[in-house]
């Protein structure tokens, strides 16, 4: 089989993917968390006070309806597994009552490096009460997590591998470009880093994996040749890869099994505590929008009552336990979100 070479590509783009591929070969390793650490965890019997693999898991998943719940893209939620996994690794104290503010915390300091602002500032009283964490707990344990893990925040992921071979088929192929929707492909990334045993594989190979089940059900030969240079130049071996290749397939078989619950794309509702909400002020959430002035200069205040009630209305929940008495129910959209943690 011929060698996956800058000569098969574009000329000097494909110079160039090629030097970002050895270089995330090389730096892969050093941002993985450690593997022992890992076993340990996946050792551990589910314990309310310890860290099991049900308890990271959990945790995960809280992540991802975070970065759903804020619009925030995949690029976030997979660095914020990775920092939350590197970080965790070498504890051995007892860390649930501390797991909630390391999951918020790995959250900002990801979004913060990817989408380079500070967010969440007018939630913190929301934060405070669900995670049971201060706005000076949260900053303390992101100097702690930053500390810890020496300040290489911002890592070499599987994202960063399923991006690049995408690009790199891209470039080979002779096929429609939209036949490989990277859409889904970081769809089932998401699924698989709600699984602490996934943390255990390479990103490289991870990402291979998961192009190479997508390839497959396409049927395509040629997308299936390319993907055997990318393996071949990315020196995976055949053991390896199936290995990983099985667990990745069970897993994507469970997740589109009508049982597995899915983070909803609707809009969604926070249901926080009757304190919570004292402590909050009005604008963090009421914003409502303006109505739009007709062209005749009537105002119909109708209108206004609309826009508000639009506004207010989500269909999902985060929790999913039912209101009670005591909790007050504030509703939130994508955009008011957006308007609330980035603000122009």
Avoid at 57 to 65: F, G, H, T
Avoid at 185 to 201: I, M
Wanted: with cysteine; hydrophobic share 40%; glycine share 4%.
């Amino acid at each position: 089989m011929k060698d996956l070479g800058a000569e098969h590509l574009a000329g000097r783009e494909g110079v160039q993917l090629l030097g970002l591929l050895n270089l995330y070969l090389e730096q892969e390793e050093r941002f993985q968390p450690r593997e022992k650490g890992l076993s340990l965890i996946e050792a551990t019997p589910e314990n309310d006070n310890t860290l099991c693999p049900g308890l990271r898991n959990a945790k995960v998943e809280d992540l991802r309806s975070l970065a759903n719940f804020f619009g925030s893209c995949t690029e976030t939620f997979v660095l914020a597994v990775n920092i939350l996994d590197r970080f965790l690794m070498p504890l051995v104290f007892p860390v649930k009552p501390k797991i909630s503010c390391i999951g918020v915390c790995s959250f900002l300091l990801a979004a913060r490096i990817v989408e380079k602002t500070a967010i969440f500032h007018p939630l913190i009283d929301v934060i405070d009460c669900q995670c049971k964490c201060t706005a000076s707990d949260i900053k303390r344990m992101e100097k702690i997590i930053s500390e810890k893990l020496h300040y290489e925040l911002e890592a070499t992921t599987a994202l960063n591998f399923l991006h690049l071979y995408h690009t790199i088929i891209l470039c080979h192929t002779s096929e429609r470009k939209e036949i490989l929707s990277l859409d889904k492909l970081e769809a089932q990334l998401k699924a698989c880093n709600c699984r602490l045993v996934f943390s255990k594989a390479k990103p490289s190979v991870l990402a291979l994996c998961l192009l190479n089940l997508e390839v497959e059900t396409l049927k395509s030969v040629e997308l299936l040749e390319i993907l055997l240079l990318v393996k071949k130049h990315s020196k995976i071996n055949d053991t390896e890869f199936f290995y990983w290749r099985e667990l990745v397939s069970k897993c994507l078989a469970e997740y589109s099994s009508p049982e597995c619950c899915k983070p909803d794309l609707k809009k969604l509702v926070w249901i926080v505590s009757r304190r919570t909400a004292q402590n909050l002020h009005n604008s963090y959430y009421s914003v409502p929008e303006l109505p739009t002035i007709p062209e005749g200069g009537c105002f119909d205040e109708s209108e206004s009552e609309d826009s508000c009630e639009d506004m207010s209305c989500g269909e999902e929940s985060l929790s999913s336990s039912p209101p009670s008495d005591q909790e007050c129910t504030f509703f939130f959209n994508f955009k008011v979100a957006q308007t609330l943690c980035f603000p122009s």
